[in-house]
């Protein structure tokens, strides 16, 4: 059986604030028709994109942060796009701000769903690595307050079946941590679906700042290179609320070749035939964790969080 | 204190079957000379260095094969360099192959030294990704014996202080782990120095082999970045005994950025100016570890070694 599929990155440009949910699921449903045309079975929508990017505000009042929350998927402002997914028999990855009662509590997450061409969601991840801080920060003019809206995801690096292969989810930050990737590729993952939101400004350094788009594809090249997996690569991007946020979504192949890429920073559908047995050959080879990997030399990666003395 | 060094990669270009170590050392010496002559307050010389890349013979004779390993360093021939690094008061690594008795037996590595600018070793490291075969692969008109030859190093992947900073080695295909970065980033790493061999022909699949000069650079400029790290990268190159192994050794920055690089196949010093605090505003934003990392998530990297099931 023959494992190529077309898949596509639907990127997106800015939402405005005020910009209800129904008109981002109409522009993604329009992506979603249009990939179909091109032959896509599988569509990357960005992280968080059913609003604009709020972690860049201090929001006080609780029922108006609560409001950019979803409780359900599909509920009925998204129903339209797991609609059309199963008309169409095109699955897509989509990210969202879930809040959800768990452990006798209200927890939030940033999570995104991986949804089969029947329209049935095939399994979920919550972002892992959330960057940025729980407290506003003095004299940033865009705050990055995922630390303070999220809890860290506690599902792992789940993969799935389906697509006739196996599927991975990550979310913006965590595609700057080898572990993420590894994890996923320990479990034979063969595609890694990702969206992002990433501000031109995120560190607050400049000189970091103004490498912004060379960290982007340079960890998720060496991710899909040293795990064999094609990895989409989907931003929410442009001056979004006085806020500039990258482009340039990316398919990339199991070779680390950047293979598609967005030439805008607006709403655009990008496209590339992915062999999911491309990898087979790096696995084979300098890849083959099973020959290759010495897990007694990696102790720390688990036994430390942050960096200390030598051992 | 400043922490700014000049620091320099002393590529070598081929090393035939029948040229003596002496041969070898005279050639370091010069590049030392010249590198001193620069600036420079460490040098880092290839993988192997004292030889020809003997892994790619199948040799069956035990006294011919022994004849490639060193016992004690210095010996009498890398004595030259030794004493050349302390009159200029230049610091070095070194790359070679090393019989040891160890646990009652003999053991041999494939190693590298981290020599400091009193011509004394401050530490050493064994290579722990053998790539390659325990025996001979039909068909390859170059083979690859590196696990045959050397078993699996035992030392971890230390870091030492030295050079204004703390400085950790790794050799080869050491360089296409992450886990091999991120030990030493955990450890607080400044600089990674890195000797190689690569082949062009290394999987022996022309589609992987066609990119060996991207997924060298690839791998080394995401764990510079991904750890904050420098890293110097050291080729033996160029075509030695028929078999023909890529150049383009490199400096790189914490930010990722190839800041120099060798643009020959032969004997070549390239040099940069390294400030090893490059990192330090990486360490206390997207890469400040203690806040960020999640190991909880991580604990797959450990507990296997190839690829299974999805968990």
Known sequence: MSRQIIVA???????AKTEPRQSCVARMVDMLREAHGRGARLVVFPELALTSFFPRWMIEDKDELEAWYEEDLPSPATQPLFEAAAELA??????????VSEEGRIRHFNTSVLVGPD???IGKYRKVHLPGH???????TFQH????????????FPVFDGFGGRVGMMICNDRRWPEAYRVMGLQGVDLIALGYNTPVDHTG???????????NHLSMQAGAYQNASWVVGTAKCGREEGSM???????IAPSGEIVAMASTLEDEVITAKADLDLGTRYRETIFDFARHREPDSYGLIVERKGAGDPI
Chains 1, 2 share one sequence.
């Open 145 to 156: 307050l995922e630390k303070r809206y999220f809890e860290p995801g506690n599902l792992g």
């Open 90 to 99: 095109v699955g897509f990855y989509l990210g969202y701000a879930e809040r």
């Open 245 to 251: 946020m990258v482009g340039q979504s990316v398919i």
């Open 119 to 121: 329209g049935k969601i």
């Open 134 to 140: 729980d407290a506003p920060q003095p004299g940033r």
């Open 205 to 215: 350094h400049t000189d970091i700042d103004s490498l912004t788009q060379f960290h």
């Open 9 to 15: 990155s639907a990127q997106m440009g800015p939402i």
